[in-house]
């Protein structure tokens, strides 16, 4: 009922930026959260950045100072600018949303998962 869509990712050399961009569309009556996952090769997904309905975010300690999480409330649309990047941020990142459907269920939906790769 809730489709998460991301766009952005791609090759980038060290120090560089990506920004991604994550759409939600669907029965939506609420949008509790918006954040970013990442997995890497042979690792569990884990949180990268997190924000909520009034803009309170969370960041991973690896990505604090580098990346910034925010969110366009009107369009239902959560984007992630990654700066300075680096190799060990090479993952497929994935957009996550909870919230409640306009049948007032609860809901949590993932995004298909978008590459990113730095180069050293």
């Known amino acids: 009922q809730v489709q998460l869509v991301e766009s952005g990712g791609g090759l980038v050399q060290a120090g560089g930026s990506l920004r991604l961009s994550c759409a939600a569309s669907g029965s939506i009556f609420r949008l509790n959260a918006m954040g970013w996952y990442r997995q890497a090769p042979g690792k569990q997904r884990e949180l990268v950045a997190s924000i909520d309905s009034v803009g309170s975010k969370i960041y991973d300690g690896s990505v604090t100072g580098r990346f910034t999480i925010s969110r366009d409330s009107t369009t239902n649309t959560v984007y992630l600018q990654m700066n300075s990047l680096k190799p060990e941020d090479t993952a497929v990142y994935y957009c996550?949303?909870?919230?409640?459907?306009?049948?007032?269920?609860?809901?949590?939906?993932w995004g298909q998962g978008t590459q990113v790769t730095v180069s050293s």
């Open positions: 996550s949303a909870y919230g409640l459907t306009t049948g007032r269920a609860n809901f949590g939906s």
